[in-house]
Protein backbone atom coordinates (compact mmCIF):
# COMPACT_ATOMS: atom_id res chain seq x y z
CA UNK A 1 0.00 0.00 0.00
CA UNK A 2 3.23 2.39 0.10
CA UNK A 3 2.39 4.66 -3.03
CA UNK A 4 5.41 4.38 -5.25
CA UNK A 5 5.48 7.79 -7.15
CA UNK A 6 5.35 8.19 -10.94
CA UNK A 7 4.38 11.75 -12.34
CA UNK A 8 4.84 11.09 -15.87
CA UNK A 9 1.99 8.83 -16.02
CA UNK A 10 0.19 11.14 -13.72
CA UNK A 11 0.45 14.18 -15.97
CA UNK A 12 -0.42 11.76 -18.94
CA UNK A 13 -3.82 10.66 -17.38
CA UNK A 14 -4.04 14.50 -15.72
CA UNK A 15 -3.81 15.96 -20.01
CA UNK A 16 -5.83 12.91 -21.23
CA UNK A 17 -8.37 13.49 -18.44
CA UNK A 18 -8.38 17.26 -19.53
CA UNK A 19 -9.05 16.70 -23.51
CA UNK A 20 -11.67 14.25 -22.75
CA UNK A 21 -13.58 13.72 -19.89
CA UNK A 22 -16.78 15.86 -19.27
CA UNK A 23 -16.66 15.72 -15.92
CA UNK A 24 -20.44 16.14 -13.94
CA UNK A 25 -22.13 19.33 -11.62
CA UNK A 26 -19.07 21.29 -12.96
CA UNK A 27 -17.38 23.82 -15.09
CA UNK A 28 -15.10 22.16 -16.75
CA UNK A 29 -12.84 25.02 -17.60
CA UNK A 30 -12.60 25.52 -13.37
CA UNK A 31 -11.58 21.99 -12.22
CA UNK A 32 -8.24 20.73 -11.84
CA UNK A 33 -8.98 17.09 -10.65
CA UNK A 34 -6.88 14.63 -8.87
CA UNK A 35 -5.20 11.92 -10.58
CA UNK A 36 -5.35 8.78 -8.58
CA UNK A 37 -2.84 5.87 -9.10
CA UNK A 38 -4.58 3.62 -6.40
CA UNK A 39 -6.51 2.61 -3.37
CA UNK A 40 -6.46 0.25 -0.79
CA UNK A 41 -8.83 -0.02 2.43
CA UNK A 42 -9.20 3.49 3.96
CA UNK A 43 -6.44 5.07 1.91
CA UNK A 44 -5.77 6.60 -2.03
CA UNK A 45 -2.89 7.46 -3.33
CA UNK A 46 -2.26 10.19 -6.38
CA UNK A 47 0.69 9.82 -8.64
CA UNK A 48 3.21 11.80 -6.82
CA UNK A 49 3.38 9.64 -3.95
CA UNK A 50 0.46 11.51 -1.58
CA UNK A 51 -1.65 9.92 0.50
CA UNK A 52 -4.76 10.33 1.56
CA UNK A 53 -7.10 8.89 4.19
CA UNK A 54 -10.76 8.92 2.56
CA UNK A 55 -12.82 10.39 5.03
CA UNK A 56 -15.90 10.81 1.91
CA UNK A 57 -16.01 6.65 1.48
CA UNK A 58 -15.92 7.93 -2.58
CA UNK A 59 -18.93 9.81 -2.73
CA UNK A 60 -20.31 7.91 0.73
CA UNK A 61 -20.68 4.51 -1.03
CA UNK A 62 -17.26 2.11 -0.02
CA UNK A 63 -18.28 1.23 3.08
CA UNK A 64 -15.93 -2.03 3.22
CA UNK A 65 -13.30 0.30 1.98
CA UNK A 66 -11.38 -0.25 -1.31
CA UNK A 67 -9.97 -3.29 -2.93
CA UNK A 68 -11.75 -5.88 -0.57
CA UNK A 69 -9.78 -9.00 -1.59
CA UNK A 70 -12.84 -11.13 -1.10
CA UNK A 71 -15.42 -8.82 -3.30
CA UNK A 72 -12.61 -8.60 -5.99
CA UNK A 73 -12.26 -12.26 -6.06
CA UNK A 74 -15.79 -12.75 -6.22
CA UNK A 75 -16.03 -10.28 -9.24
CA UNK A 76 -13.02 -11.85 -10.77
CA UNK A 77 -15.03 -15.48 -10.30
CA UNK A 78 -18.17 -14.40 -11.42
CA UNK A 79 -16.55 -12.80 -14.68
CA UNK A 80 -15.00 -16.22 -15.51
CA UNK A 81 -18.10 -18.10 -15.25
CA UNK A 82 -20.82 -15.45 -16.19
CA UNK A 83 -20.00 -11.72 -17.12
CA UNK A 84 -23.39 -10.26 -18.49
CA UNK A 85 -26.96 -12.25 -19.27
CA UNK A 86 -29.79 -10.24 -19.62
CA UNK A 87 -32.57 -9.21 -17.25
CA UNK A 88 -35.32 -11.85 -17.95
CA UNK A 89 -33.81 -14.47 -16.96
CA UNK A 90 -32.90 -16.01 -13.46
CA UNK A 91 -29.56 -15.74 -12.89
CA UNK A 92 -27.52 -16.75 -9.74
CA UNK A 93 -26.08 -13.74 -9.06
CA UNK A 94 -29.29 -11.85 -9.18
CA UNK A 95 -31.19 -14.20 -7.00
CA UNK A 96 -28.90 -14.43 -4.52
CA UNK A 97 -28.39 -10.69 -4.18
CA UNK A 98 -31.99 -10.50 -4.01
CA UNK A 99 -32.65 -12.92 -1.61
CA UNK A 100 -29.66 -11.25 1.01
CA UNK A 101 -31.04 -8.24 0.54
CA UNK A 102 -34.39 -8.94 1.01
CA UNK A 103 -33.77 -10.72 4.03
CA UNK A 104 -32.43 -7.67 5.71
CA UNK A 105 -35.12 -5.08 4.15
CA UNK A 106 -37.63 -3.92 7.10
CA UNK A 107 -41.13 -5.35 6.81
CA UNK A 108 -42.49 -7.51 3.54
CA UNK A 109 -40.09 -5.32 1.42
CA UNK A 110 -39.44 -8.56 0.19
CA UNK A 111 -39.64 -7.87 -3.61
CA UNK A 112 -36.17 -6.52 -5.40
CA UNK A 113 -36.32 -4.59 -9.01
CA UNK A 114 -32.49 -3.61 -9.84
CA UNK A 115 -31.33 -0.76 -10.99
CA UNK A 116 -28.07 0.76 -12.00
CA UNK A 117 -27.83 3.15 -9.12
CA UNK A 118 -29.45 5.12 -6.62
CA UNK A 119 -31.20 7.94 -9.00
CA UNK A 120 -32.67 5.30 -11.45
CA UNK A 121 -33.67 3.42 -8.16
CA UNK A 122 -35.76 6.87 -7.25
CA UNK A 123 -36.80 6.93 -10.72
CA UNK A 124 -38.58 3.70 -10.89
CA UNK A 125 -40.04 4.00 -7.33
CA UNK A 126 -42.03 6.74 -8.10
CA UNK A 127 -43.52 5.34 -11.17
CA UNK A 128 -44.57 2.46 -9.56
CA UNK A 129 -45.85 4.71 -6.49
CA UNK A 130 -48.15 6.74 -9.47
CA UNK A 131 -49.17 3.32 -11.27
CA UNK A 132 -50.19 1.67 -7.99
CA UNK A 133 -52.25 4.59 -7.09
CA UNK A 134 -53.39 6.40 -10.39
CA UNK A 135 -52.48 9.81 -8.95
CA UNK A 136 -49.72 12.40 -10.33
CA UNK A 137 -48.13 13.99 -7.60
CA UNK A 138 -45.12 13.55 -5.52
CA UNK A 139 -44.01 15.38 -2.36
CA UNK A 140 -40.99 15.69 -1.27
CA UNK A 141 -38.33 17.95 1.17
CA UNK A 142 -36.01 20.64 1.28
CA UNK A 143 -32.62 19.92 2.25
CA UNK A 144 -32.30 16.45 0.50
CA UNK A 145 -31.16 14.84 -3.07
CA UNK A 146 -32.44 11.98 -4.95
CA UNK A 147 -30.32 12.01 -7.95
CA UNK A 148 -29.28 13.57 -10.89
CA UNK A 149 -31.83 11.78 -13.91
CA UNK A 150 -34.98 14.14 -14.66
CA UNK A 151 -37.34 13.07 -12.52
CA UNK A 152 -34.84 12.06 -9.11
CA UNK A 153 -33.26 15.84 -9.71
CA UNK A 154 -36.72 17.40 -9.60
CA UNK A 155 -37.98 15.58 -6.53
CA UNK A 156 -34.25 17.08 -4.97
CA UNK A 157 -34.37 19.56 -3.12
CA UNK A 158 -31.14 21.43 -2.94
CA UNK A 159 -29.97 23.98 -5.91
CA UNK A 160 -28.69 21.42 -7.93
CA UNK A 161 -31.94 20.99 -9.11
CA UNK A 162 -32.52 24.71 -9.55
CA UNK A 163 -31.20 24.30 -13.80
CA UNK A 164 -32.87 21.42 -14.21
CA UNK A 165 -36.26 22.24 -12.60
CA UNK A 166 -38.91 21.58 -15.47
CA UNK A 167 -41.42 23.09 -12.60
CA UNK A 168 -44.06 20.36 -14.71
CA UNK A 169 -42.72 17.17 -12.86
CA UNK A 170 -45.47 17.18 -10.89
CA UNK A 171 -43.63 18.00 -7.39
CA UNK A 172 -44.60 19.76 -4.27
CA UNK A 173 -42.02 20.71 -1.46
CA UNK A 174 -42.40 20.56 2.47
CA UNK A 175 -40.21 21.31 4.97
CA UNK A 176 -39.05 18.09 6.98
CA UNK A 177 -37.50 18.86 10.86
CA UNK A 178 -34.61 20.11 11.19
CA UNK A 179 -34.13 21.96 14.91
CA UNK A 180 -30.91 23.81 14.41
CA UNK A 181 -32.17 25.53 11.95
CA UNK A 182 -36.14 25.31 12.33
CA UNK A 183 -38.56 26.55 10.44
CA UNK A 184 -41.40 26.01 12.65
CA UNK A 185 -39.83 28.39 15.74
CA UNK A 186 -39.52 25.06 17.57
CA UNK A 187 -37.38 25.24 20.98
CA UNK A 188 -37.45 21.20 21.55
CA UNK A 189 -37.15 18.21 19.59
CA UNK A 190 -40.24 17.32 20.57
CA UNK A 191 -42.03 20.59 19.35
CA UNK A 192 -40.28 20.76 15.65
CA UNK A 193 -41.63 16.86 15.40
CA UNK A 194 -45.16 18.28 16.34
CA UNK A 195 -44.84 21.03 13.68
CA UNK A 196 -43.24 19.55 11.08
CA UNK A 197 -46.01 16.81 11.00
CA UNK A 198 -48.66 19.76 10.74
CA UNK A 199 -46.79 21.54 7.77
CA UNK A 200 -47.03 18.46 6.06
CA UNK A 201 -50.42 17.41 6.60
CA UNK A 202 -51.69 20.90 5.66
CA UNK A 203 -49.62 20.37 2.87
CA UNK A 204 -51.69 17.31 2.10
CA UNK A 205 -54.81 18.70 2.67
CA UNK A 206 -53.95 21.96 0.46
CA UNK A 207 -52.91 20.40 -2.52
CA UNK A 208 -55.50 17.22 -2.26
CA UNK A 209 -55.21 14.02 -1.13
CA UNK A 210 -56.50 12.37 -3.78
CA UNK A 211 -53.67 13.78 -6.46
CA UNK A 212 -50.70 12.57 -4.40
CA UNK A 213 -48.68 9.52 -5.05
CA UNK A 214 -46.25 9.53 -3.06
CA UNK A 215 -43.80 11.24 -0.27
CA UNK A 216 -40.73 10.49 -0.66
CA UNK A 217 -37.94 11.18 2.26
CA UNK A 218 -34.47 9.93 2.82
CA UNK A 219 -34.44 8.09 5.78
CA UNK A 220 -31.76 10.54 6.63
CA UNK A 221 -30.53 12.87 4.59
CA UNK A 222 -27.10 12.78 3.48
CA UNK A 223 -25.51 15.16 1.06
CA UNK A 224 -27.73 17.89 1.78
CA UNK A 225 -26.28 17.64 5.95
CA UNK A 226 -27.16 14.26 8.15
CA UNK A 227 -30.46 15.63 10.15
CA UNK A 228 -31.65 12.59 11.88
CA UNK A 229 -35.25 12.87 11.94
CA UNK A 230 -36.40 13.15 15.67
CA UNK A 231 -38.19 10.96 17.17
CA UNK A 232 -41.77 10.00 16.28
CA UNK A 233 -41.39 11.77 12.62
CA UNK A 234 -40.80 8.90 10.58
CA UNK A 235 -43.82 7.29 12.29
CA UNK A 236 -45.89 10.37 11.96
CA UNK A 237 -45.10 10.46 8.26
CA UNK A 238 -46.17 6.83 8.08
CA UNK A 239 -49.41 7.37 9.54
CA UNK A 240 -50.11 10.49 7.17
CA UNK A 241 -49.15 8.23 4.63
CA UNK A 242 -51.78 5.27 5.52
CA UNK A 243 -54.74 8.26 6.27
CA UNK A 244 -54.50 9.71 2.49
CA UNK A 245 -53.94 6.21 0.62
CA UNK A 246 -50.58 7.89 -0.27
CA UNK A 247 -47.06 5.62 -0.86
CA UNK A 248 -44.02 6.15 1.53
CA UNK A 249 -40.99 6.19 -0.43
CA UNK A 250 -38.03 6.08 1.83
CA UNK A 251 -34.63 6.93 -0.07
CA UNK A 252 -31.85 4.57 1.95
CA UNK A 253 -29.39 5.04 -0.99
CA UNK A 254 -26.99 6.54 1.03
CA UNK A 255 -27.39 5.51 4.73
CA UNK A 256 -28.56 1.74 3.62
CA UNK A 257 -26.20 -1.28 4.35
CA UNK A 258 -24.42 -0.01 7.65
CA UNK A 259 -24.26 3.49 7.40
CA UNK A 260 -25.66 4.33 10.43
CA UNK A 261 -24.56 1.12 12.28
CA UNK A 262 -27.99 -0.84 11.14
CA UNK A 263 -28.48 -2.70 7.92
CA UNK A 264 -31.11 0.19 6.95
CA UNK A 265 -31.55 3.43 8.95
CA UNK A 266 -35.57 2.43 9.05
CA UNK A 267 -34.37 0.01 11.41
CA UNK A 268 -33.57 3.36 14.08
CA UNK A 269 -36.80 3.87 13.61
CA UNK A 270 -39.07 1.03 13.56
CA UNK A 271 -40.70 2.64 10.46
CA UNK A 272 -41.65 0.16 7.22
CA UNK A 273 -41.75 2.18 3.84
CA UNK A 274 -43.67 1.19 1.07
CA UNK A 275 -40.72 1.19 -1.27
CA UNK A 276 -37.25 1.70 -0.25
CA UNK A 277 -34.48 2.45 -2.65
CA UNK A 278 -30.81 1.35 -2.36
CA UNK A 279 -27.21 1.95 -4.27
CA UNK A 280 -23.85 2.93 -3.17
CA UNK A 281 -23.08 0.85 -0.32
CA UNK A 282 -24.83 -2.43 -1.35
CA UNK A 283 -21.45 -3.42 -2.94
CA UNK A 284 -19.25 -0.43 -1.78
CA UNK A 285 -19.68 0.79 -5.39
CA UNK A 286 -17.43 -1.96 -6.64
CA UNK A 287 -19.61 -2.16 -9.70
CA UNK A 288 -22.61 0.01 -10.29
CA UNK A 289 -25.66 -0.87 -8.62
CA UNK A 290 -29.17 0.07 -7.18
CA UNK A 291 -32.43 -1.21 -6.77
CA UNK A 292 -36.18 -1.04 -5.49
CA UNK A 293 -37.16 -3.00 -2.29
CA UNK A 294 -40.97 -3.16 -3.02
CA UNK A 295 -44.04 -4.19 -0.23
CA UNK A 296 -46.66 -6.83 -1.21
CA UNK A 297 -49.13 -4.65 -1.84
CA UNK A 298 -47.33 -2.58 -4.42
CA UNK A 299 -45.86 -6.30 -5.78
CA UNK A 300 -49.14 -7.21 -6.26
CA UNK A 301 -50.20 -4.55 -8.41
CA UNK A 302 -48.04 -6.23 -10.84
CA UNK A 303 -48.73 -9.79 -10.03
CA UNK A 304 -51.21 -9.40 -13.44
CA UNK A 305 -50.52 -6.54 -14.90
CA UNK A 306 -46.81 -5.20 -16.90
CA UNK A 307 -44.80 -3.08 -15.34
CA UNK A 308 -43.67 -0.60 -17.82
CA UNK A 309 -40.11 0.20 -17.38
CA UNK A 310 -36.81 -1.86 -17.40
CA UNK A 311 -33.31 -1.63 -17.63
CA UNK A 312 -30.48 -3.20 -20.09
CA UNK A 313 -28.52 -3.73 -17.43
CA UNK A 314 -31.08 -4.73 -14.62
CA UNK A 315 -28.97 -6.94 -11.76
CA UNK A 316 -26.03 -7.40 -13.81
CA UNK A 317 -24.48 -10.20 -12.88
CA UNK A 318 -21.18 -8.51 -12.19
CA UNK A 319 -22.67 -6.34 -9.97
CA UNK A 320 -24.86 -8.73 -7.89
CA UNK A 321 -21.94 -10.80 -7.51
CA UNK A 322 -20.16 -8.10 -6.08
CA UNK A 323 -23.45 -7.29 -3.79
CA UNK A 324 -23.56 -11.04 -2.55
CA UNK A 325 -19.96 -10.72 -1.52
CA UNK A 326 -19.98 -7.47 0.72
CA UNK A 327 -23.47 -8.65 2.27
CA UNK A 328 -21.36 -12.15 3.28
CA UNK A 329 -18.35 -9.70 4.25
CA UNK A 330 -20.12 -7.50 6.29
CA UNK A 331 -21.59 -10.61 8.18
CA UNK A 332 -18.88 -12.23 8.67
CA UNK A 333 -16.43 -9.53 9.84
CA UNK A 334 -19.14 -7.86 11.83
CA UNK A 335 -18.84 -4.25 9.56
CA UNK A 336 -22.37 -3.11 10.40
CA UNK A 337 -21.72 -3.71 14.25
CA UNK A 338 -18.29 -2.30 13.74
CA UNK A 339 -19.38 0.77 12.18
CA UNK A 340 -22.17 1.02 15.52
CA UNK A 341 -18.84 0.80 18.08
CA UNK A 342 -17.03 2.82 16.07
CA UNK A 343 -19.55 5.80 15.87
CA UNK A 344 -20.51 5.81 19.30
CA UNK A 345 -16.83 5.10 20.94
CA UNK A 346 -14.48 7.30 18.74
CA UNK A 347 -16.12 9.37 15.97
CA UNK A 348 -19.04 10.95 17.59
CA UNK A 349 -16.94 11.74 21.30
CA UNK A 350 -14.36 13.44 19.23
CA UNK A 351 -16.58 15.37 17.65
CA UNK A 352 -18.24 16.72 20.38
CA UNK A 353 -14.89 17.42 22.13
CA UNK A 354 -13.94 19.63 18.66
CA UNK A 355 -17.04 21.65 18.86
CA UNK A 356 -16.37 22.15 22.68
CA UNK A 357 -12.43 23.71 21.30
CA UNK A 358 -13.53 24.84 17.87
CA UNK A 359 -15.27 28.30 17.57
CA UNK A 360 -16.59 27.26 13.98
CA UNK A 361 -18.03 24.35 14.60
CA UNK A 362 -21.89 25.01 15.63
CA UNK A 363 -23.05 21.93 15.57
CA UNK A 364 -22.52 18.10 15.69
CA UNK A 365 -25.10 15.24 14.44
CA UNK A 366 -24.90 12.24 13.42
CA UNK A 367 -24.86 8.07 14.09
CA UNK A 368 -23.24 5.13 13.58
CA UNK A 369 -20.28 6.36 10.27
CA UNK A 370 -22.35 9.02 9.27
CA UNK A 371 -21.35 12.78 10.60
CA UNK A 372 -22.05 16.42 10.03
CA UNK A 373 -20.09 19.28 11.37
CA UNK A 374 -22.33 22.43 10.79
CA UNK A 375 -19.35 25.32 10.47
CA UNK A 376 -20.37 28.68 11.32
CA UNK A 377 -19.08 32.18 11.53
CA UNK A 378 -20.73 32.72 14.73
CA UNK A 379 -22.45 30.28 17.03
CA UNK A 380 -24.76 32.46 18.51
CA UNK A 381 -26.59 33.42 15.55
CA UNK A 382 -25.90 30.23 13.82
CA UNK A 383 -24.19 31.95 10.83
CA UNK A 384 -23.50 29.44 8.47
CA UNK A 385 -19.50 29.96 7.34
CA UNK A 386 -20.37 30.91 3.83
CA UNK A 387 -23.31 31.75 2.15
CA UNK A 388 -26.54 28.94 0.92
CA UNK A 389 -24.54 27.69 -2.08
CA UNK A 390 -21.88 29.92 -1.93
CA UNK A 391 -18.94 29.83 -4.84
CA UNK A 392 -16.26 31.42 -5.63
CA UNK A 393 -14.65 34.09 -2.92
CA UNK A 394 -17.90 33.59 -1.11
CA UNK A 395 -16.80 30.03 -0.54
CA UNK A 396 -13.42 31.01 0.44
CA UNK A 397 -13.32 29.53 3.96
CA UNK A 398 -14.74 26.39 3.33
CA UNK A 399 -12.08 26.36 0.20
CA UNK A 400 -9.53 27.21 2.90
CA UNK A 401 -10.45 24.44 5.43
CA UNK A 402 -10.54 22.01 2.59
CA UNK A 403 -7.08 22.73 1.22
CA UNK A 404 -5.78 22.40 4.96
CA UNK A 405 -7.47 18.70 5.55
CA UNK A 406 -6.25 17.60 2.30
CA UNK A 407 -2.31 19.27 3.20
CA UNK A 408 -2.73 17.03 6.13
CA UNK A 409 -3.44 14.06 4.51
CA UNK A 410 -6.89 13.56 5.14
CA UNK A 411 -9.48 13.86 1.91
CA UNK A 412 -12.76 15.95 3.45
CA UNK A 413 -15.92 15.58 2.31
CA UNK A 414 -17.46 19.20 2.33
CA UNK A 415 -20.58 20.93 1.12
CA UNK A 416 -21.66 24.31 1.30
CA UNK A 417 -20.77 24.90 5.04
CA UNK A 418 -20.75 21.58 6.43
CA UNK A 419 -18.28 19.02 6.54
CA UNK A 420 -19.06 15.55 6.63
CA UNK A 421 -17.31 12.13 8.63
CA UNK A 422 -18.16 9.55 6.58
CA UNK A 423 -15.39 7.15 6.39
CA UNK A 424 -15.47 3.19 5.27
CA UNK A 425 -17.63 1.50 8.00
CA UNK A 426 -14.73 -0.91 8.71
CA UNK A 427 -11.86 1.88 9.26
CA UNK A 428 -9.84 0.93 12.16
CA UNK A 429 -9.36 2.61 15.18
CA UNK A 430 -5.86 4.07 14.62
CA UNK A 431 -6.91 5.47 11.50
CA UNK A 432 -9.80 7.17 12.25
CA UNK A 433 -7.92 9.05 15.32
CA UNK A 434 -5.48 9.96 12.46
CA UNK A 435 -8.14 11.20 10.28
CA UNK A 436 -9.72 12.88 13.50
CA UNK A 437 -6.32 14.73 14.46
CA UNK A 438 -6.08 16.44 10.79
CA UNK A 439 -9.76 17.42 10.86
CA UNK A 440 -8.74 18.97 14.22
CA UNK A 441 -5.65 20.90 12.57
CA UNK A 442 -8.00 21.91 9.65
CA UNK A 443 -10.77 23.26 11.71
CA UNK A 444 -8.12 25.95 13.08
CA UNK A 445 -7.93 27.39 9.27
CA UNK A 446 -11.60 27.40 9.70
CA UNK A 447 -11.37 29.47 13.21
CA UNK A 448 -10.14 32.04 11.21
CA UNK A 449 -13.18 33.17 9.52
CA UNK A 450 -15.60 33.20 12.56
CA UNK A 451 -16.53 36.52 13.79
CA UNK A 452 -14.52 37.85 16.87
Not at 48 to 59: A, C, I, K, P, V
Not at 129 to 155: C, D, E, F, M
Not at 241 to 267: H, N, P, Q, S
Not at 277 to 294: D, E, Q
Amino acid sequence: MTPQPNPQVGAAVKAADRAHVFHSWSAQELIDPLAVAGAEGSYFWDYDGNRYLDFTSGLVYTNIGYQHPKVVAAIQEQAATMTTFAPAFAVEARSEAARLIAERTPGDLDKIFFTNGGADAVEHALRMARLHTGRPKVLSAYRSYHGGTQQAINVTGDPRRWANDSASAGVVRFWAPYLYRSRFYAETEEQECARALEHLETTIQFEGPATIAAIILETVPGTAGIMLPPKGYLAGVRELCDKYGIVFVLDEVMAGFGRTGKWFAADLYDVTPDLMTFAKGVNSGYVPLGGVAISAAIAETFAKRAYPGGLTYSGHPLACAAAVATINVMEEEGIVEQAAKTGAEIIEPALRELAERHPSVGEVRGVGMFWALDLVRDKETREPLVPYNAAGEANAPMAAFGAAAKANGLWPFINMNRTHVVPPLNITESEAKEGLAALDAALAVADEHVVA
